[in-house]
């Protein structure tokens, strides 16, 4: 097996083993124990803290060992939350005041694959910047390391209840009302950490057990289908959802921060509109911005057209959609992954927020999911890529942009551009000879039609 190792701001992700290897889950905790170090205030009493989690992979408690115990020998406490989602992780920082934390979680890739993902003390992805200086010094041997009567300690805790806590204590949620609906619910965690918060979270809401059919919610690591929550992998689920005759189907990936939706009836319920749903539901409450990255759909805008609201657009990555939601004062956000961000709680996806707003929205409306779909404009995405060999994707996107220079484009983050019907967004790969091209349009064929058009017009332009 060649070895894969992918080091971006996002993460440090790669194959356990062959890749992401024992040093090198050293080297990078460690560097990113320096960064810890080089922010703490030694006039505080104490010593630094970060909260550790980690998904259900197998490999999971080998890789959390060895991240505690590289910060602990560097004088650094840690909070091990153990099997915790990526946003009960996030959460924890928040709650515990920490200096940081630190989930191993490879998120939708195989389960031979494990990363760590780093937060910073407000449990937010480290910015471009942060995350730059630990990628560069993981690269130096220099390392501080403590003496023996100086390292730190370690505590096991459980956030998971406090995480369900914040959610179901938010106003606009109301348990009453989403028991009295008597929901049936089937939910699918491809036998990761989901498989645990989700159905805790449903009962806190108020469900009956007989009515949250549980499919692979046991956290073996050993996923029962690939785990990016896409149709071709939920063809199980939506015939659960259909043999149960259940309201829905919710469906998450092994760190629950992406929610995908399965409608009464069995059918799969496109990703890109968790979001949608979601601040449909929260902008009848809180009129505000709502941002989310280039590649997600127009639908945002069409109902943030009919609610009176206004929408924003950052280049793609959470960390981005983040910082442009401080910018613009967003009251909720989100990726078309699947991600939902709720700033009142904190700035991360979170599938567990996604899961309340959803049920809530569908109590309040009186409808099934179906029906309420029926009120959004139909869409058809269409995700393609195009390999490019030896061509520079640089100079590729660049005549695209001058090209279409008298289009409404976005250059932040590749090439998007926009057209009446219909957009098209190109913007390269950091770990692949390629050009990833997404389209929108009012119907399937249209959309891969663009998509198509665009990829043979890319490498026409060399």
Not at 83 to 102: D, F, H, N, Y
Not at 175 to 180: A, R, T
Not at 280 to 289: L, S, V
Request: aromatic content about 6%; proline content about 5%; hydrophobic content about 45%.
């Amino acid at each position: 097996m060649p070895e894969t190792l992918i080091v971006s701001i996002s993460g440090i992700r790669g194959i356990f083993g062959s890749g992401l290897s024992p040093d090198v889950i050293v080297r990078y905790a460690s560097a990113y124990g320096d960064w810890i170090l080089n922010a703490w205030d030694v006039s505080n009493v104490g010593g630094p803290v970060v909260v550790v989690g980690r998904d259900a992979r197998v490999t999971g408690e080998i890789c959390s060992n060895l991240v505690i115990s590289t910060l602990l020998s560097q004088g650094i406490s840690v909070f091990n939350a153990g099997l915790a989602t990526t946003p009960t992780v996030e959460m924890a920082v928040i709650k515990e005041s920490a200096q940081g934390g630190i989930v191993l979680s490879a998120s939708h890739n195989p389960a031979e694959w494990n990363a760590l993902k780093l937060l910073n003390q407000d449990g937010e992805f480290l910015s471009p910047k942060d995350a730059g200086w630990v990628i560069e010094h993981a690269e130096s041997t220099q390392r501080n390391w403590c003496a023996f009567d100086k390292r730190g300690s370690v505590e096991n805790r459980d956030y998971l209840a406090y995480h369900i806590s914040k959610v179901i204590d938010l106003p606009e949620i109301k348990p009453q009302e989403i028991k009295d609906r008597n929901f049936k619910v089937v939910v699918d965690a491809v036998n990761s950490v989901g498989g645990v918060a989700i159905p805790a979270l449903l009962r806190a809401l108020g469900l009956r057990a007989e009515n949250i059919i549980e499919l692979h919610c046991e956290p073996t690591g050993i996923f029962a289908h690939p785990a990016e929550p896409l149709p071709e992998n939920l063809t199980e689920v939506c015939e659960k959802v259909r043999a149960e005759k259940a309201d829905l189907g919710i469906v998450v990936d092994p760190d629950a921060d992406r929610l995908a939706l399965i409608a009464n009836g069995g059918t799969y319920v496109s990703e890109e509109l968790t979001q949608v749903l979601a601040a449909a539901f929260w902008w009848q409450y809180h009129a505000g911005p709502f941002v989310t990255n280039l590649s997600s759909s127009r639908a945002i805008e069409l109902v943030a057209e009919a609610m009176g609201q206004e929408t924003f657009r950052s280049a793609v990555g959470e960390i981005n959609v983040v910082e442009e939601m401080k910018r613009r004062g967003a009251v909720i956000g989100g990726e078309g992954n699947g991600g939902v961000i709720l700033p009142v709680l904190h700035h991360g996806r979170d599938a567990l927020i996604g899961v309340a707003m959803i049920l809530q929205y569908l109590a309040e409306k009186g409808k099934s999911l179906t029906a309420v779909l029926e009120e959004i404009p139909p869409l058809y995405m269409a995700k393609m890529k195009t390999d490019i060999g030896a061509l520079d994707p640089d100079t590729l996107l660049t005549n695209m942009a001058k090209k279409y220079q008298n289009e409404r484009i976005s250059t932040i983050d590749g090439v998007k551009i926009d057209f009446e019907t219909g957009w098209v967004h190109m913007r390269k790969s950091n770990t692949e000879p390629i050009i990833r091209v997404y389209a929108e349009a009012p119907s399937k064929a249209a959309a891969e039609e663009l998509g198509k058009r665009f990829m043979g017009e890319l490498v026409a332009t060399s």
